[in-house]
T-cell receptor, first 113, second 118 residues
Framework: NAGVTQTPKFRILKIGQSMTLQCTQD?????MYWYRQDPGMGLKLIYY???????DKGEVPNGYNVSRSTTEDFPLRLELAAPSQTSVYFC????????????FGSGTQLSVL | AQTVTQSQPEMSVQEAETVTLSCTYD???????LFWYKQPPSRQMILVIR??????QNATENRFSVNFQKAAKSFSLKISDSQLGDAAMYFC???????????????FGKGTKLTVNP
């Protein structure tokens, strides 16, 4: 089973460039999340979605955009990349139910120089 | 908003010994879930253990157990018979229950880096 797949695994951007981090899951999960993890820090929620067509902001949404046109895909768009967006980005999904664990992708290491 | 605090940035333990990682949280909700996730150097996030707030009995998973003190808003993780493979970052996390009408987002602490010495 593929689970949660993130692409790319690594990327270097120049300041001001834009890019999309791809995330897809094959478990038919309703809930999907984007987190960022800065060095030595925990995970901070950027955006989340409880189903196709529904998205909402997390703790640190500025500089990012998302869309959820299908259950499977939840891409994260970075517009006008800044050095402060250098981080590891994790996509996750879960079925409905607060006691359910999150299934995480393997992460994208992004550097903005 | 809910917050999760892990006051120990780093901990170390001798192989085969026991170690306890601390976690406290702040919430006004009565129904929620708590989790411990492990992140080894591979970066993969692995669920270690989970606890429902309405259950008084502490959760246990093999060598991993929790000490859940609801009134004190404390949720510590005990690792018994520590193994070299336990070395990792450990994150405490809080999730609102759907019964509270919240978004069921998962909020993480900053993590504790655990070193296991042979």
């Amino acid at each position: 089973n593929a689970g949660v797949t993130q692409t790319p695994k690594f990327r270097i951007l120049k300041i001001g460039q834009s890019m999309t981090l791809q995330c897809t899951q094959d478990m038919n999960h309703n809930y999907m999340y984007w987190y960022r993890q800065d060095p030595g820090m925990g995970l901070k929620l950027i955006y989340y979605s409880v189903g196709a067509g529904i998205t909402d902001k997390g703790e640190v949404p500025n500089g990012y955009n998302v869309s959820r046109s299908t259950t499977e895909d939840f891409p994260l768009r970075l517009e006008l990349a800044a050095p402060s967006q250098t981080s590891v980005y994790f996509c996750a999904s879960s079925p409905p139910g607060s006691n359910e664990k999150l299934f995480f992708g393997s992460g994208t290491q992004l550097s903005v120089l | 908003a809910q917050t999760v605090t892990q006051s120990q940035p780093e901990m170390s333990v001798q192989e085969a010994e026991t170690v306890t990682l601390s976690c406290t949280y702040d919430t006004s909700e009565s129904d929620y879930y708590l989790f411990w996730y492990k992140q080894p150097p591979s970066r993969q996030m692995i669920l270690v253990i989970r606890q429902e707030a309405y259950k008084q009995q502490n959760a246990t998973e093999n060598r991993f157990s929790v000490n859940f003190q609801k009134a004190a808003k404390s949720f510590s993780l005990k690792i018994s018979d520590s193994q070299l493979g336990d070395a990792a970052m450990y994150f405490c996390a809080y999730r609102t229950s759907s019964t509270q009408g919240g978004s069921e987002k998962l909020v993480f602490g900053k993590g504790t880096k655990l070193t296991v010495n042979p």
